[in-house]
């Protein structure tokens, strides 16, 4: 069982960055790979990142990549999403998850409960 917590979001103008904490419990951290999705109000839950169980993969969709970077501390239970050149369209709450990985929720059993991320145009 693991127990994720989001931190981090809050309000920036389009264009600032923020970086976004997710601190497991538990001491199985490194045996999942780990993701970070967002929705928006009225839309589905969309992939935003994937990082491998050692952190040497990541994956990223178009809509972030080269903006947006994953990271994961292992010795320190906690994932990173570092969110750069940010605009209005990236405002959504934001999850992150942890499991088999891939770019679909159904690969992953375990999730926080959000933080809000909002970006003023």
């Known amino acids: 069982q693991v127990q994720l917590v989001e931190s981090g979001g809050g309000l920036v103008q389009a264009g600032g960055s923020l970086r976004l904490s997710c601190a497991a419990s538990g001491r199985t951290f490194s045996r999942y790979a780990m993701g970070w999705f967002r929705q928006a109000p009225g839309k589905e839950r969309e992939f935003v990142a994937t990082i491998s169980r050692s952190g040497d993969n990541t994956y990223y969709p178009d809509s972030v990549k080269g903006r947006f970077t994953i990271s994961r501390d292992n010795a320190k239970n906690t994932v990173y999403l570092q969110m750069n050149s940010l605009k209005p369209e990236d405002t959504a709450v934001y999850y992150c998850?942890?499991?088999?990985?891939?770019?679909?929720?159904?690969?992953?059993?375990?999730w926080g409960q959000g933080t809000q991320v909002t970006v003023s145009s």
């Open positions: 998850a942890g499991g088999v990985g891939g770019s679909y929720y159904s690969g992953y059993d375990y």
